[in-house]
């Protein structure tokens, strides 16, 4: 009788534990990248180090220091004169070259797969200019509708993947190009004939790339004219194209840009093809990391914002669909400029959570974060309590300090603060291609006045600054196992506090000054009041920077165009504020 109860016992515990065991999911792609910024210096980051991306449960790396893999070869089968040895063009290949056999074969060693990010059309400017005729059209732009371009990029890759036999596979962006780091080469966006454009390079590389050799395609749906944020665009690309095991489309988790109030991309988990989702750890428009910002419960569960949406509101919810192949996550960079950090603790947390997620699906948001704890080595019952009432209201405090949680938010608002740069509320002064945030706000605030809710929505801004200043209470209960961590935990949540304090003040000015011109009469006791915060926030900000050789670059007051290598001229924050100053002087 014993032996048939031992046996049962074994039966139903063996059962359990193969039913536990099926109800870890691990993701195929779990891969990192750091996005370094386009024509400036390397970013310092232990994420650049595959041994410590290796400390998280990640498979791969993609290298994003903008010298794409295929600008380090010569184009010899085409034309063997076209890079002499010993000319500036040919030494400077050679060098991006063996960087990059080095950065493979040093994800390689670390237990990585290596994929190099890679812009499309980027090709020499010596191949373009003597093949003019052949590759462009009528515009000067490089073309794939010419037959020559197909040929010339089967060259390319062949080259490419001779020249550096282990890379594992490429990452594949169109859209943008960005040409600052490679002086010897140009290029162009390849879409010139919409989703048609699309079909033909995705098959291009799909019959190079994944069935000639057997490598891996992360195509970005990441580009203009719908493709990342249209399901009816997305679909009539990608129904074109037969779905390989080694080709992915990568999909940012946001309609859109990495912003809140952007819905979750209703591509998502649609289609025949398997997708990887890229989540931005050090959020671009939302400090890159100098104030606590933990989205990955957003990006897991949903925002908040997304409680009355129809459809996925988060990864949790697609975790089972046969499209969901991992998780792409930039754990640094994107954007241009600073903030710059000095210490990558929130890009940390965030990018910890989102892997150890990855890694097993069926595990809820909360457990992964309780690792991250354990790992940080926060282990007093109050410490740990504070620190995830910290990390959701951070959460909280940056869609109320940056967009709205009572009010519709129109998808260009947001931009009024992006990088290190905060806008004014003047309207913009600048060609679009200049892409200046200036003028999002005079429209925002416009629309706000007429439609009787302006007051309300710059009390709002005061809710956040509220926010900050409970973060900053519970970033004093917090140890960790490094001290330098437990100082910048403080440090960072004061430079939120610091941060708001300037923006709720700031829109306090502008929708006071904004009345004014439009003959409403206002209280300047108020005006002069929130001047007087305002210029002590700033100041406050200031001695923070000075005094904690920690903190982070700080914010300026000027709105971003896309002019390097300042990225702004004089509208901004600044100028609308003083502008408003002579009201109250």
Partial sequence: MNKILFFLFFLVYTMSGGLLYAQSKRLPLIIDMVHHNPGEALTQSKFSDPRFVKTMPFNGQVMNDFVFAHTAITFRSLDKQMFLPGSEEYNWIKKAAATIKKNIQQAHT???????????????????????????????????????????????????????PNL???????????????????????????????????????EEVCEKRNKTIIYRTWSFGGMHDSLNY???????????????????????????????????????????????????????GAFPNYVMDGVINGFEEYAQNKGFKGLKE????????????????????????????????????????????????????????????????????????????????????????????????????????????????????????????????????????????????Y???????TIVLLSKKIVTNNRADDEYIRISALYGAHLHAIIASGWHIMALGMQHDKGITIDKNALKTAIAKYDAAWTQYGLLEKNNKQ???????????YKAPDYHNVQGLQASVNKYRLLVN
């Fill in 463 to 469: 809710v956040a600054q509220q926010m900050w200043d």
């Fill in 234 to 288: 997305y679909l009539q690309v990608t129904d074109q194209i037969k779905p390989h095991p080694k080709l992915v489309f990568a999909i940012k988790h946001t309609q859109g840009d990495y912003h809140r109030t952007y819905p979750f991309n209703p591509t998502i988990g649609k289609g025949k093809h398997a997708q990887i989702i890229e989540v931005q750890c050090q959020r671009e428009y939302e400090g890159k």
């Fill in 168 to 206: 594992d596979g490429l990452v594949i962006r169109t859209g943008e190009t960005y040409l600052n780091n490679v002086p010897y080469h140009t290029g162009n966006n390849p879409i010139t004939n919409g989703a048609a454009s699309h079909i033909k390079l995705i098959n291009l590389l799909r």
């Fill in 110 to 164: 670390a237990g990585l797969k290596a994929y190099y990010f890679t812009d499309l059309i980027v090709l020499p400017k010596k191949l373009v200019q003597q093949y003019k005729d052949s590759l462009c059209d009528a515009n000067g732009k490089i073309s794939f509708e010419k037959p020559f371009t197909l040929y010339v990029h089967r060259l390319m890759l062949r080259e490419l993947f001779e020249s550096f």
């Fill in 318 to 461: 697609i975790a089972n669909t046969a499209q969901f192949a991992g998780v792409y996550t930039w754990s640094r960079g994107g954007g241009w400029r600073g903030p710059y950090i000095k210490n990558e603790f929130w890009c940390k947390l965030n990018a910890f959570v989102a892997s150890n997620w990855a890694a097993n699906t069926h595990l809820t948001e909360k457990e992964v974060f309780d690792k991250f704890m354990d790992a940080q080595g926060i282990r007093q019952n109050d410490a740990r309590k504070a620190f995830r009432q910290l990390c959701l209201l951070s959460a909280k405090a940056v869609l109320r300090g940056h967009a709205s949680a009572l009010y519709p938010v129109k998808k260009d608002w947001v931009f009024w603060m992006r990088d290190h740069f905060l806008a004014g509320c003047d309207t913009a002064n600048l060609s679009p291609k200049a892409f200046p945030s200036e003028g999002f706000l005079h429209e925002a605030f416009t629309q706000y006045l007429q439609q009787g809710v302006l007051d309300e929505v710059v009390k709002e801004k």
């Fill in 551 to 561: 903190c982070a670059s700080l914010y300026v007051p000027y709105a971003f165009i």
